[in-house]
């Protein structure tokens, strides 16, 4: 009768403990101090937004995907090196589930004190669209500014009929719903930016959904699917190898990893759109912190160190700061609204 | 003779110890309940940032195969697997350990995890490029037919009564439609929450229904102790029985850890259900048989090296741990696939050493450890079980950094003890979560491919292959059901 009393209280006991910190605990990048972290959230009441301080200990960034993507890739790689700008430890927490909604239904509640950043992409705008019950809304995060940008790009296998992007769109033109792309999701921006290229070519493909870049680059090995679209970071190995073939890319211009490659653009086709990796801050995080973050943030993604690492990763820097990032996400914010309504459209 | 000198560059760049301290600690990590080899590489790899890459990777390696084979540990001494791969060799492992046979099973379970993982070592150094081909004739409709044949093993993993296995993979797929449609995106039987949105995750899933139920169990019995009986198993004196079971399991093992997709939780409920129909006269399948747990084991090790063929020569992950080894290489400035063996060969034979190093370390480590292993879990369990809770709600929130998930795992304790209560076997529905996704992906994008039409599946051979294989195990696993009365 007694042990059943120990392990029920035991059980309590020690749930409630983890309900209690859950939110503080972290993973990873091991070196910050919980204890730290707590004390800086009674402090940061004290002396409310009138400070111009950054509160005292450890920095939190928040990213809503898993671990080992381009933008976790990207994040962990600046926290690193942003640590000596900001004087203070970063730590890079994933909280992952529902596409995103989990982590940025969290970050919805951080308090506005720079203490806790998080990624910052387009999937603010899109998901509460395809999820109508998110526990966040756009208007929760203000950017604070841009860290790199890789562009959409068209893809096929190496022994594909599909020498040039002209042979690809007539072989759309001429079977409407027959040439199958891959995406990495559905309502992924791979998938949006197909659906732009439909839209602005005037064109029509079958849309597969797989799960993830991986997925889609073994199909289309595998000569089971016609096409897929990912960045060109995401490919580089095998484009390199001989094994795919990029046709063109989305961006503005041309790729300095794949200079022979050609835009959309230069085939009269007008789309830029990609993927975009910025930091937010909450909306209620005084002008001043934000300042302060985005002087270190600045100087870190401006270092050489910093272009180095995303060099080896094959990725591209886009440094926007925060007056040009707010803009950059105004004007993207009802494109990528409206392009998300497509693609749910298309599917009913 | 490029293998030898993968062995020369960890031996002389000091790898090997890396390898040691990386074998070790995955072991331990993964033989902790509610934690998997998949979180012992996430924990362990941020540490590996500022490593030079070849000592990282050597130490990557020997988290990721002692890591799994640990998993094995809480499967086989409590009852509790922590990850969906060693669920199937619970089902006799932790027969095999209450009758008493505690040091045998967890030697054998370690011994059959590391040859199983050089079985699958010697075939990836071969076979990897032939066998990556392979990989890639899968497209949708043969990912949706291996769906199907998991499906099929259900009804050999229900015990006693099958209609209630049946009845419990049906609650599994029931609940696998929560979440959000894949084809369409749109949130389905989400109830309103923001949370159930990506579907119910069945890591936070199983150590409810394995780990928390098994204490939930316990409370209410208010077991003394475990009432364990001294006397030695016969099965081990004869070991000649187990070699055919051996090389069954890695060869099936290898093959489904090199179709990107399919993991060792695939390979290792099939190796079981494989095993079971090659059963001979007394063979004792799911009332502790050490043949079940060999089956089960190397098979989910065997995966090691299947899935490195696809990761090694395309890029593409075949399995949860290898998306992750993947992500840490590009960090370290390496791109994984087919260029690497011309840009980084050194790297590549010293990474294929360390798999065998690794894999030679787990049979060590093994040997030596299960003593202590068994003192441990043989302390009285109100020792034990409030650390196993501890473990259960640490794993089930680690898995996402998500207190959402620990939620989760509570209602699966529940759900697992009121099945236990009311004699539902749990394996079906565990199977089901994780075959659900698979199949309904699968099958909506290859109508998607083929416009709707499913007849367009039969057109392809391989997929006729894997539905074939479904069915005549379909029909073999009946008529043995019939023949052999199910005992308790």
Not at chain 1, 93 to 102: A, E, P, Q
Not at chain 2, 131 to 152: D, H, N, R
Not at chain 2, 256 to 265: F, V
């Amino acid at each position: 009768m007694n042990k059943k009393w120990i392990v029920l209280v035991t059980i309590i006991f020690v749930s409630v403990f983890i309900a209690a910190c859950g939110s503080e605990s972290s993973s990873s990048e091991g070196n910050g101090e919980e204890a730290e972290s707590q004390g800086s959230e009674s402090e940061s009441e004290n002396n409310d937004s009138a400070s111009a301080e950054l509160p005292e200990g450890d920095i939190q960034t928040m990213i809503p995907v898993a671990e080992g993507g381009g933008t976790d890739t990207t994040h962990r790689g600046l926290a690193d090196i942003v640590e000596e700008y900001l004087d203070r430890n970063v730590v890079v927490n994933n909280v992952t589930g529902s596409g995103g909604s989990v982590g940025f239904s969290e970050a919805a509640n951080y308090e506005g004190d720079g203490s806790h950043l998080f990624s910052y992409t387009s999937e603010i705008f899109t998901l509460p669209i395809y999820q109508e019950n998110t526990g966040f809304k756009p208007e929760d995060f203000k950017p604070l500014l841009n860290i790199s940008h890789d562009p959409a790009a068209i893809v096929v296998s190496a022994d594909s009929e599909y020498e040039t992007l002209d042979d690809f769109i007539q072989a759309a033109e001429e079977n409407p719903g027959q040439i199958s792309i891959g995406n990495s999701g559905f309502g992924n921006i791979w998938h949006l930016s197909a659906t732009a290229f439909e839209k602005e070519a005037g064109i029509e493909f079958k849309q597969v959904p797989y799960d993830g870049a991986a997925e889609t680059v073994q199909a289309t090995l595998g000569g089971h699917i016609d096409s897929f679209v990912a960045s060109p970071p995401e490919v580089a190995s095998q484009v390199e190898a001989g094994e795919l073939r990029i046709l063109a890319t989305m961006a503005e211009e041309r790729s300095e990893h794949f200079p022979d490659v050609p835009t959309l653009s230069e085939n009269d086709i007008e789309i830029s759109i990609g993927t975009w990796r910025g930091l937010g801050v909450p909306s209620d995080t005084p002008n001043e912190i934000v300042t302060k973050l985005e002087e270190a943030y600045s100087q870190a993604i401006n270092s050489e160190e910093f272009e180095q690492f995303m060099d080896e990763q094959g990725m591209n820097i886009r440094f926007m700061n925060n007056e040009d990032f707010t803009e950059f996400v105004e004007n993207e914010r009802p494109r990528f609204e409206q392009l998300a309504q497509e693609a749910e459209a298309q599917e009913e | 003779m490029e293998l030898l000198n993968g062995f020369v560059t960890v031996f002389t760049s000091g790898g090997i110890v890396f390898v040691i301290l990386g074998a070790l600690l995955g072991i331990i990590l993964g033989a902790l309940p509610g934690l998997t080899s998949t979180m012992a590489l996430a924990i362990l790899a941020p540490l590996t940032f500022g490593f030079d890459t070849l000592l990282a990777l050597c130490m990557l390696m020997g988290v990721y195969i002692a890591g799994i084979a640990g998993g094995a540990v809480p499967a086989i001494a409590l009852n509790m697997p922590g990850t969906p791969a060693s669920a199937a060799t619970a089902i006799d492992g932790y027969r095999l350990f209450k009758e008493g046979n505690q040091s045998n099973t967890l030697k054998m379970s370690f011994l059959v995890s590391g040859l199983g993982v050089i079985f699958s070592g010697i075939i990836l150094v071969t076979l990897a490029p032939l066998i990556a081909q392979f990989g890639l004739l899968f497209s949708a409709p043969e990912y949706f037919a291996l769906g199907m044949l998991g499906v099929t093993i259900i009804i050999s993993i229900s015990g006693k009564y099958m209609i209630r296995g049946i009845i419990a993979a049906l609650i599994g797929f029931a609940i696998a439609f929560i979440g959000t449609d894949p084809t369409s995106g749109i949130p389905r039987f989400t109830f309103g929450m923001y949370e159930l949105n990506g579907g119910i995750s069945y890591i936070p899933a199983l150590i409810g229904l394995f780990g928390l139920s098994e204490v939930f169990h316990f409370t209410e019995n208010t077991i003394k102790s475990r009432d364990i009986s001294q006397q030695q198993n016969k099965q081990m004196n004869n070991w000649k029985r187990f070699i055919p079971t051996f090389f069954r399991s890695s060869t099936i093992g290898t093959f489904i850890g090199s179709i990107p997709g399919a993991g060792a939780d695939i390979a290792s409920w099939t190796s079981y259900d494989v095993a079971q129909k090659f059963a001979k006269k007394g063979d004792k399948y799911g009332r502790g048989e050490m043949k079940g747990v060999i089956a089960s084991e190397s098979a989910n090790n065997a995966n090691v090296g299947g899935a490195l063929i696809p990761m090694m020569t395309f890029g593409i992950p075949g399995d949860g741990q290898t998306a992750m080894l993947i992500a840490f290489l590009l960090i370290h400035g390496l791109d994984p696939g087919p260029l690497i063996f011309e840009n980084q060969s050194t790297l590549v034979w010293a990474m294929f050493a360390s798999v065998f190093l690794a894999s030679l370390l787990v049979i060590i480590y093994g040997l030596s450890l299960s003593t202590l292993i068994i003192k441990i879990v043989n302390q009285p369990l109100m020792f034990i079980y409030p650390a196993v809770i501890m473990f259960c709600l640490v794993g089930a929130f680690a898995i996402n950094n998500n207190i959402f998930d620990v939620y989760v795992m509570f209602c699966f304790g529940v759900l697992g003890f009121l099945m236990k209560k009311t004699e539902f076997p749990i394996p079906p529905l565990m199977l089901a979560l994780i075959l659900a996704p698979m199949i309904e992906k699968n099958l909506m994008r290859g109508l998607l491919i083929e416009n709707g039409n499913f007849l367009m599946f039969f057109a392809r051979p391989l997929f006729l292959t894997i539905m074939g294989i479904g069915i005549v195990m379909l029909i073999i696993t009946l008529v043995l059901r019939k023949k052999t009365p199910q005992e308790v």
